[in-house]
């Protein structure tokens, strides 16, 4: 709807009703009803709402971008102690320290981070005699590899649904009541069009108000962008 915002449309709706107020007798007659004003409130009421679910769901997603952040450094911290612990049990050619992730180099995505989490949990059992007494990794290291390899998990499962279902549905549906809102402020400016087409004074009055629906371009709802790789 080009820079229309819903903020923009709540402050025509504003002068607009004044206007149905004052010129309502008038109006009334050419169709702009008590009925067409009561939808036109009602639109109003409904897109509110719908915009405060749809802002409400981008800043849950900003949080859940933090949590998801903060999970994969914790994760990566219990990783690091037993790709430490296995460099300090096995010699430096040891094939046993590619299954713990050593030199392993492919950045800290939440994907990788939870595919080395799993081999980690793995190769650790047969070899945790040796990574005990010497790695001193501890039973409380293996829990918190499953404790954090679980919430990272979760955080990301939370993150994808906010991304591919919750924010693009609550986007549909404030854009939905954005134009249902519209429809009847057109309908009501055409109107104030045939009433007022011999008076310029009242007529201004009305373009004046339609062009509050431009007056806020930047609190236009973005479409939601694809989730990015992990």
Not at 38 to 51: E, F, L, P
Request: net charge positive; proline share 5%; glycine share 4%.
């Amino acid at each position: 709807m080009s820079n229309i915002s819903s903020e923009g449309l709540e402050d025509e709706y504003r002068s607009i009703d004044a206007l149905c107020t004052t010129y309502a007798s008038v109006l009334e007659k050419r169709g702009v009803t008590a009925e067409v004003r009561a939808n036109y409130a009602s639109a109003i009421n409904t897109m509110t709402m719908k915009r405060a679910a749809y802002y409400s769901a981008e800043s849950s997603k900003e949080e859940l971008t933090r949590e998801e952040k903060q999970a994969r450094a914790e994760l990566l911290t219990v990783i690091n102690a037993f790709r430490q612990a296995a460099k300090d049990t096995f010699p430096a050619r040891s094939p046993l320290l590619k299954k713990f992730h050593v030199g392993d180099n492919h950045g800290n995505s939440t994907k990788t981070l939870l595919a080395w989490a799993d081999d980690i949990k793995q190769n650790f059992s047969p070899e945790n005699a040796p990574m005990k007494q010497k790695g001193g990794i501890l039973d409380e290291d293996l829990d918190a590899l499953t404790n954090e390899r679980i919430n990272l998990a979760s955080k990301d499962s939370q993150q994808k649904t906010m991304e591919t279902s919750t924010i693009p549905t609550a986007f549909k549906e404030l854009t939905t009541s954005m134009n249902d809102v519209k429809t009847i402020a057109d309908f009501i400016q055409g109107k104030a069009k045939m009433v007022f087409a011999k008076d310029k004074v009242t007529l201004k009055k009305f373009e004046q108000a339609k062009r509050l629906r431009f007056t806020q371009p930047g609190t236009k709802p973005k479409a939601p962008e694809p989730p990015p790789a992990k």
